[in-house]
Structure formats: structure tokens, C-alpha cells
Nanobody
Framework: VQLQACGGGLVQAGGSLRLSCAAS????????VGWFRQAPGKEREFVSA????????YYTDSVKGRFTISRDNAKNTVYLQMNSLRPEDTAVYYC?????????????????WGQGTLVTVSS
């Protein structure tokens, strides 16, 4: 599976962005997908994840109520709608896919990673 993340950019605090993670391969629907982010000088952290079927979603506490993850398996794409953005959301955002663990919040459980897209939120 190859993943390509896009949709990042520069936005003012309070604004919105929608990230997309497009995948190659007909088996994409078998994989859970997660979004992670890494700010300068910080470790990569979990943001959100969605199960293979799309029936279960997960969010880190700091983005609950502001971010929404969804997927369209017909288009092999996962989306992360980010609203009410804050300067502390500034980071490179990565999407990742895995099909071997029910634990979706740990980066080490993911086998496939996209290249990252930069989100910058100005105050």
C-alpha cells in the first residue's frame, strides 16, 4: 500500500483545513488508517484513526470536537477535517495504514506511511 497525504497549508487560528490520504492498492479497505503529527522538536503523536470498515473512530483528547476523520473506500481515501485550528496544531501530518493490530493509537503498529503534509496555524 502506498499512501499520499495532501491538503496542508497555512491558515489563521480558528480556520479549517481538510487533509486527504489517498492510497493505492485494491486491499485498502482492509486497513485501518491513522493520522499522526510531528511538531518541530517533538515526538510524533497520535491524532486520529479510523477502522477498516469506518465503523470506529478515535481521537486524541486535544482534537475531540474539532477534527473529524472519515473514509471513502470506493475512492481509497481517508479524510481529516480540521476545524477551529489552533497554533498548537502546527505540525507535519502523516497518514499511516495497518491491518495487524486493534491498537490504532501507536505509531509502531503501522506498516505503511505517507510522506507528510505541513499544517501551519498562525495566531
Amino acid at each position: 500500500v502506498q499512501l499520499q497525504a495532501c491538503g496542508g497549508g497555512l491558515v489563521q487560528a480558528g480556520g479549517s483545513l481538510r487533509l486527504s490520504c489517498a492510497a493505492s492498492g485494491r486491499t485498502f479497505r482492509r486497513y485501518a488508517v491513522g493520522w499522526f503529527r510531528q511538531a518541530p522538536g517533538k515526538e510524533r503523536e497520535f491524532v486520529s484513526a479510523i477502522s477498516a470498515s469506518g465503523g470506529s473512530t478515535y481521537y486524541t483528547d486535544s482534537v475531540k470536537g474539532r477534527f473529524t476523520i472519515s473514509r471513502d473506500n470506493a475512492k481509497n481515501t481517508v479524510y481529516l477535517q480540521m476545524n477551529s485550528l489552533r497554533p498548537e496544531d502546527t505540525a507535519v501530518y502523516y497518514c499511516a495504514a495497518q491491518g495487524r493490530s486493534y491498537v490504532l493509537t501507536t505509531p509502531h503498529n503501522y506498516d505503511y506511511w505517507g510522506q507528510g503534509t505541513l499544517v501551519t496555524v498562525s495566531s
